[in-house]
């Protein structure tokens, strides 16, 4: 017995370090459980493995293994685990980092020891602005992005005067902030706004004053539980009923599905990637479908994207050598399944298309993900920032 | 009022109106966190967990059995209060007489085995609950609108409160339970089942909160974390309302409602705050309140 287990164990000794020398780690870092997992977590970890699954099993000769952790939301745990990663265990690149705060942690880590971390859902606009490296991608979309297709197409309808219910932390101001710039631009007003603290119940309060305002539309500027609990109620309160417009631009196809479509009527937001929106969409997301039993989130999906590519790049350039995969990266369009038109660009940002989408209505819904009617394709440079407006030191202005 | 706090009159009683439906979904929670610290003299903090559980119930026998709204009201809180009793019998019991402290932690521990197991079963988007035909729309009140549904909480918080200070202070079955509180082995000399009272306590807190939970499904998100954030809120009520008094208890949840609701006209960011600056203000002016039993 005891012979077993010591030939075991001296095995495992062998075995361990060859293996690592073999295997090209890449390394999926998200919440696994917290409210953002919803549309990271474990889809994105699926995503991941449908690349490795197209890409094929090896890269540069080198298996390709997928690690996995779970950050809890937490910006120092997230920075813990990428300094793990990089520096002890050869991880070749970090993906995904679900919310900004950790994102842009990592991105930090990253820099210094020049190793890429490509990024699919944090949305912060800072991330390809003030704080940018050579060596972070930010898959999806940003702030600036998610928030000017809907003011566009908006005020193309009519809308004259907003109210905003916002989240009281960086990310509803960012949103806030932009899309009252674009709200100007159209020439509309701001009629009024009301803050809530992160995690708020009740929205009774906001909705009432956003009711009484009069205002066209009511833009939820808010994530995760209070952007379901604040669309829940608004539907409660007739927001939509009573004619007023409901803009959420950050909302993901699993999180209207877990709303319900007698709740989500009307809701007009932005998408990275509408599931239904062709056939290569389509067949990529029932692929996905039969692994998660949901519809991806446009965050996912930019997670499959962004491992294919990465793994294109260092095949293709023969080295793992950040400075040049990630230059092979910018110098390439980027498209598959998901992305179309992508550019990657020297602030960081994936300039692609991008989708303004309405919730159909519960009697029109030919199937239970059949969620949402893309109203129009917003290519990527009308989407995203010009370069020349960018803040990101990296660009040449 | 209106013009000292130089606000029109229909939002200052639009708030005041929103503060009373607060308030009573604040009592409903308090009242069985209530009665199972004041009978019990355990610190649940399982409360929320089984608040989760009504909603999840309700939920669950509407998706797998095709239930609806109105049975599940009545289901659901019977099968969560039947899993408090089962919890009672196999683990709350062996920590009476102890510190309180033992069977806060136990309960914290069984809230999150449940809270988390649920969240890897599940995930955290939460699912869609409709509330029933019958309750939805919105009455014009003429200084605001208020979804009928609303005012249906504000009804059945009213009526079970009213219901469970009659079933615990004039009820024979009411003074068996606070007997075998007050005095557990004379009340056991007596010939009555202190310990079958005493699991039936503990299921009625449980069953409360699932009820709270089923009528919160409609409208706010039904998912594995939703009592957490809500269970500090209504520690705080009960500790204003003195630990353990059914109508102190009911009368703190509609003060701190209203007090939420005018809050948020004068100080909107503060409205969150608004409870605990009134437990503060409770524990330093009459520390002994808080001791003040059934």
């Known amino acids: 017995m005891l012979k077993t287990i010591a030939t075991l164990l001296t095995g495992l000794a062998l075995a361990v370090p060859a293996n690592a020398q073999q295997s090209f780690k890449v390394g999926v870092l998200t919440d696994m459980s917290g409210p953002v997992s919803t549309y990271s977590g474990a889809g994105s970890v699926a995503a991941a493995e449908l690349a490795i699954e197209d890409f094929g099993p090896t890269v540069l000769g080198r298996r390709i293994e997928l690690v996995v952790a779970d950050h809890q939301m937490k910006a120092d745990v997230a920075a813990g685990i990428a300094r793990q990663w990089y520096e002890n265990d050869g991880v070749e690149v970090i993906l995904d980092v679900a919310v900004s705060s950790a994102a842009l942690a990592v991105m930090e880590i990253s820099a210094v020891v020049k190793k890429p971390v490509l990024l699919s859902t944090a949305a912060s606009s800072t991330i390809n602005g003030s704080a940018c490296t050579p060596y972070a991608a930010q ?100 927001i939509s009923a009573g004619g007023q417009k409901l803009a959420v631009p950050l909302i993901s196809v699993p999180q209207l599905k877990a709303l319900g479509a007698g709740a989500i009527q009307g809701v007009v937001a932005s998408n990275g990637f509408v599931w239904n929106h062709d056939d290569a969409t389509q067949a990529w997301s029932e692929r996905f479908h039969a692994k998660v039993g949901t519809m991806p989130a446009d965050t996912q999906a930019a997670n499959y994207s962004a ?51 309405e919730a159909n209505p519960a009697d029109q819904m030919t199937g239970e993900w059949d969620l949402v009617t893309v109203l129009r394709a917003v290519p990527g440079a009308d989407a995203f920032r010009p370069l020349a407006q960018s803040a990101c030191p990296l660009v040449a202005n | 009022m209106a013009d000292i ?99 806060l932690l136990l309960t914290l521990g069984i809230a999150m085995m449940l809270e988390y197991g649920l969240l890897w079963k599940y995930g955290s988007a939460g699912m869609a609950f409709a509330p029933p035909p019958e309750l939805t729309g919105a009455l014009n009140l003429g200084f605001m609108i208020l979804p009928v549904y609303r005012g249906w909480i504000v009804l059945c918080s009213v009526v079970i409160c009213l219901a469970v200070w009659t079933l615990v202070h004039r009820t024979p079955l009411g003074r068996q339970m606070r007997a075998a509180t007050e005095k557990p082995e004379l009340t056991g000399l007596f010939g009555i089942n202190v310990p079958q009272l005493r699991s039936m306590t503990f299921g009625l807190g449980a069953a409360l909160a699932a009820l709270a939970g089923v009528l919160a499904a409609p409208i706010y998100q039904v998912s594995p974390i939703m009592g957490q954030s809500l269970l500090i809120p209504v520690f705080a009520v009960i500790v204003i309302g003195g630990m353990g008094s059914v109508h102190g208890t009911v009368l703190a949840a509609y003060g701190i409602g209203l007090a939420e609701g005018i809050t948020r006209i004068v100080f909107p960011e503060a409205a969150a705050l608004a409870v605990y600056v009134v437990m503060v203000a409770v524990l330093l002016l009459r520390p002994d309140h808080r001791q003040r039993r059934f």
């Open chain 1, 139 to 238: 898959w999806s979309f940003d702030t600036y992005a998610l928030s000017r297709g809907v003011v566009a197409a908006m005020a193309a309808e009519g809308a004259k005067s907003w109210f905003f219910i916002t989240s009281d932390y960086a990310f509803g101001q960012d949103l806030e902030a932009d899309m009252r710039n674009f709200i100007a631009e159209t020439g509309g007003e701001v009629v009024g706004r009301a803050l809530h603290p992160v995690n708020t119940q009740d929205f009774a309060s906001y909705l009432l004053q956003a009711q009484g305002s009069g205002a066209d539309v009511v833009v939820l500027a808010n994530s995760g539980g209070d952007l379901v609990n604040s669309l829940k109620q608004a539907n409660e309160f007739g």
């Open chain 1, 307 to 357: 491992l294919l590519h990465y793994l294109r790049a260092v095949e293709a350039s023969g080295t793992t050598d950040a400075d040049t995969v990630m230059a092979h990266l910018r110098a390439h369009p980027i498209e598959d399944a998901v992305v179309r038109g992508g550019v990657l660009r020297a602030n960081g940002s994936l300039e692609h298309e991008l989708y303004l989408v």
């Open chain 2, 5 to 103: 706090l130089s606000m029109p009159l229909p939002v200052l009683m639009g708030q005041i109106t929103l503060g009373l439906v607060t308030g009573s979904f604040y009592a409903l929670l308090g009242l069985g966190l209530s009665i199972v610290f004041g009978l019990l003299h355990v610190i649940n903090f399982a409360h929320g967990a089984f608040y989760m559980l009504g909603a999840l119930a309700a939920w669950m026998l509407a998706q797998f059995l095709g239930i609806s709204y109105w049975p599940a009201l009545l289901l659901a809180p019977l099968l969560v209060g039947l899993m408090g009793v089962l919890l009672e019998k196999t683990m709350v019991k062996q920590l009476y007489g102890r510190d309180p402290l033992y069977s």
